[in-house]
């Protein structure tokens, strides 16, 4: 039984490969109790979003745009 959830786990898998790159990123190296600030625009004074501590993974799953390549 645990081989049959295994390869059907599997197999779900391969039929979502649509992606051309994955990209992940860690947080690290930021002061005790800080956290790194994603914001609605690239301005300190914008709207936060979300804040993540060290040790998160953050993964790009949009696509860039207007000639940034984060890859």
């Not at 039984?1 to 992606?19: E, I």
């Not at 002061?31 to 993540?52: C, H, I, M, V, W």
């Amino acid at each position: 039984a645990a081989a049959l959830a295994v390869a059907s786990t599997v197999l779900a898998f391969v039929g979502q490969s649509h992606a051309t790159a994955f990209a992940a990123w860690q947080v690290s190296d930021l002061p005790f109790g800080d956290t790194l600030n994603a914001r609605k625009y690239p301005s300190g004074s914008s709207q936060k979003q979300a804040a993540y501590p060290n040790g998160t993974v953050l993964q790009l799953t949009g696509r860039c745009t207007g000639g940034i390549n984060l890859l």
